[in-house]
């Protein structure tokens, strides 16, 4: 149990096109779900937490304009990356907390954008 | 402002040898501490976690962790490691600061074991 999903698993794009990156829980409703950002042999960073069915909350120093989150249902929570540009490029992982259980945190298996 | 601190970059053990990963932590209340593992270009698996009860966890594969308060430490450890064992490994608590109580990283430790 607890499944996350992610999709794609791998996105290369031109500069200045826009990208966006699918989080679902398989078998589990999350309300809260947060999106990282992690660059080679780094640690997470964290970039949003994404509630479902209201606005995202952005981290200071993420631009909110650029990377647009939508929480649209429990089970799907997408990242859109508008206007990318090549420092844009890393590996975006989700985690998903399971509705009601506010501890544990569930992890896609993260996609690795390359913007060229 | 809650931290944890992971010191070592690598960590470098034998098959078949007991291994430990550090971890150490800053909280201003009771810690929510976790240990999530990471394969190469893979999201992280979760371990094992600690919230209150026994100082010594159990988790996923073998591992276990052991809650140390005095020390405000959290190592992993796993009695005899395995090749299969080599990946990264993050230990993290849970932001008390954040409303949604996200979860802050350590910046990771590679283990490698070699047979």
């Known amino acids: 149990g607890a499944v996350v999903s992610q999709h794609p698993s791998r996105v290369i794009c031109k500069s200045g096109t826009s990208v966006k990156i699918e989080c679902r829980s398989l078998d589990f409703q999350a309300t809260t779900m947060f999106w990282y950002r992690q660059f080679p042999k780094k640690s997470l960073m964290l970039m949003a937490t994404?509630?479902?069915?209201?606005?995202?909350?952005?981290e200071q120093g993420v631009e909110k304009d650029k990377f647009l989150i939508n929480h649209a249902s429990l089970t799907l929570s997408t990242l859109t990356v508008t206007s990318a540009h090549p420092e844009d490029s890393s590996f975006y992982i989700c985690?998903?907390?399971?509705?009601?259980?506010?501890?544990?945190?569930?992890f896609g298996p993260g996609t690795r954008l390359t913007v060229l | 402002a809650q931290s944890v601190a992971q010191p070592e970059d690598q960590v470098n053990v034998a098959e078949g040898n007991p291994l430990t990963v550090k971890c150490t932590y800053s909280v201003s209340g009771n810690p929510y501490l976790f240990w999530y593992v990471q394969y190469p270009n893979r999201g992280l698996q979760f371990l094992l976690k600690?919230?209150?009860?026994?100082?010594l966890v159990k988790g996923s594969y073998g591992f276990e962790a052991e809650f140390n308060k005095s020390q405000t430490s959290f190592h992993l450890k796993k009695p005899s490691a395995l090749v299969s064992d080599s990946a990264l490994y993050f230990c993290?608590?849970?932001?008390?600061?954040?409303?949604?109580?996200?979860?802050?990283f350590g910046k990771g430790t590679k283990l490698s074991v070699k047979p």
């Open positions: 600690y919230i209150t009860g026994d100082n």
């Open positions: 994404s509630n479902e069915g209201s606005k995202a909350t952005y």
């Open positions: 993290a608590v849970r932001d008390y600061g954040g409303s949604q109580g996200n979860l802050i």
């Open positions: 985690s998903a907390r399971i509705a009601g259980v506010t501890d544990t945190q569930y």
